[in-house]
């Protein structure tokens, strides 16, 4: 962890603390040490720093290109270890650069819907989440957050037990991206 996310974090959970009431379930599922993909739904852009707040361990998220393109905030995403994805095309530098989180033994979080969630009910996820899992072997933490970013107001955050998808990696095909990303959305959602 760097001084620069370290330092972050201890101001995000103190902010958090003090402006919203945080009820946290299921911490006790996030893996100690190893590899995880912390898979989650997106309601809000304030999402990553609520689990950079609540997560025992450093998050590397994945983040829109869009966002490192003003430079102090790319720097400082940066710090805190993010790397760009450029959405809606096939980005292979990403794709290394979560794998090589994976690899290292770090925690990587994504948002599989792609975007935030406008409460249409769309839970569809893309793909890429999966593809990244079977590739990695990684552990798959769905997570789930819910309720209102409003002063004062409660947030839900729910961590669910793994998604096994050791049967998949073996015939790593289309269907299998297909069940995987299924059993992710599972995850997310259960209970919900």
Not at 43 to 65: E, G, H, N, Y
Not at 72 to 90: C, D, N, Y
């Amino acid at each position: 962890m760097t001084g620069v996310y370290r330092c972050i974090q201890g101001i995000l959970r103190f902010l958090f603390a003090l402006l919203f009431p945080i009820r946290v379930e299921g911490l006790e599922n996030f893996p100690q040490s190893g590899a995880v993909m912390l898979c989650c739904n997106h309601i809000s852009l304030r999402d990553p720093v609520l689990l950079i707040a609540i997560c025992p361990r450093t998050i590397r998220f994945m983040a829109k290109a869009e966002l490192f393109r003003c430079k102090p905030f790319g720097w400082l995403l940066r710090q805190m270890g993010a790397f760009a994805v450029k959405r809606g095309e096939s980005d292979l530098g990403s794709v290394r650069a979560a794998l090589d989180v994976l690899r290292e033994g770090s925690v990587m979080g994504i948002f599989p819907q792609g975007h935030r969630d406008t409460g249409d009910a769309d839970r569809a996820l893309k793909n890429g989440a999966a593809m990244i899992a079977l590739r990695s072997g990684a552990t798959v933490l769905p997570a789930h957050v819910e309720g209102p970013y409003r002063l004062f107001h409660p947030i839900h955050v729910c961590f669910h037990p793994p998604v096994d998808l050791a049967d998949l990696r073996r015939g790593a095909n289309s269907l299998a991206l297909a069940e995987a990303t299924e059993r992710i959305a599972e995850g997310i959602w259960k209970d919900t």
